[in-house]
């Protein structure tokens, strides 16, 4: 029995507005700030002390390729810069923060990822795992969390609100660009434009549908093994109108795709922030 997400897409939807309209009343009180490093983008979300959002801000990156940080200094520049426009947004210092691992990552990169966040003026106070992070939003504590990122799919099982397996393969958004410039016969930088255009999904998704196939493969193979009642999708890579139907289709168990999926794991991040 897949659950209600009522509460869960009304709160995506309040820090999807926040984002978008970049307007914010002067803050007075605690604040926590998640940081989330994605192969995609860099997105930082802001919540109270309730956890809910305040404000929030997101910008395309490349500094971070399969949960590893390949260009440092540029990772804490964009966070620097972003942290600044979010104080004078807010009119106050945010000082708490926190960051998420991916599933399946070495010791060393975690503490790259932590390093960067303090580089970037943060103190700080939690690193959680993007599972446990994305499913504190979803309010979910059994099921499968499938986080489809741009370099990997990441899959995490848990039982009680524990996550009991982790699971953590080569094929993301990255790859449905490469098939569509392939495809194309254009740069991947002329595909990952299409890709992220809504106006042109019904000409996208059926060139990379083998691609979300194979994501819905992995899925599968790991079900075998741990089989759950509902799979939750979050991560950019999953946007796409059709994909849950195309998942479900492969794993005949139902899939739930919350409202503005790409949103989902750093404000789980944030809301794991303690102060």
Request: with cysteine; charged share 20%; hydrophobic share 40%.
């Amino acid at each position: 029995m897949s659950h209600d997400m009522t509460a869960c897409n009304e709160t995506l939807r309040e820090f999807q507005r926040l984002i978008e309209e970049h307007k914010n009343a002067p803050w007075t009180g605690p604040l926590r700030t998640g940081v989330d490093l994605g192969t995609a983008n860099i997105v930082l979300a802001v919540v109270d002390r309730e956890g809910r959002p305040v404000a929030g801000t997101t910008y395309p990156s490349t500094v971070v390729r399969d949960g590893v940080v390949v260009d440092y200094m540029g990772a804490v520049r964009t966070v620097t810069r972003l942290k600044a426009e979010l104080e004078q947004q807010l009119g106050t210092v945010l000082d708490a923060g926190g960051c998420a691992i991916p599933p399946g990552i070495v010791s060393g990169s975690v503490k790259a990822i932590g390093n960067m966040v303090e580089a970037a003026g943060f103190r700080l106070t939690n690193t959680v795992d993007e599972p446990t992070a994305a499913a504190s939003v979803l309010g979910i504590t059994d099921g499968a969390v499938v986080d489809v990122g741009g370099g990997t799919t990441g899959i995490s099982i848990l039982k009680d609100g524990k996550v009991i397996h982790v699971d953590d393969e080569p094929t993301g958004g990255t790859h449905m660009t490469l098939v569509l410039a392939g495809f194309h016969g254009c740069s991947t930088q002329e595909a990952e434009l299409m890709k992220r255009d809504p106006a042109q999904e019904h000409s996208v998704f059926p060139v990379i549908r083998p691609v979300v196939e194979k994501m819905a493969d992995i899925v599968k193979r790991c079900l075998t093994r741990c089989p759950v009642d509902t799979v939750y999708v979050v991560g950019g890579a999953c946007c796409f109108t059709e994909f849950e139907t195309v998942f479900q289709k492969y794993l005949d168990v139902p899939v739930v795709k919350p409202v503005a999926p790409l949103l989902v794991t750093p404000l789980g991040i944030a809301m794991n922030c303690t102060e």
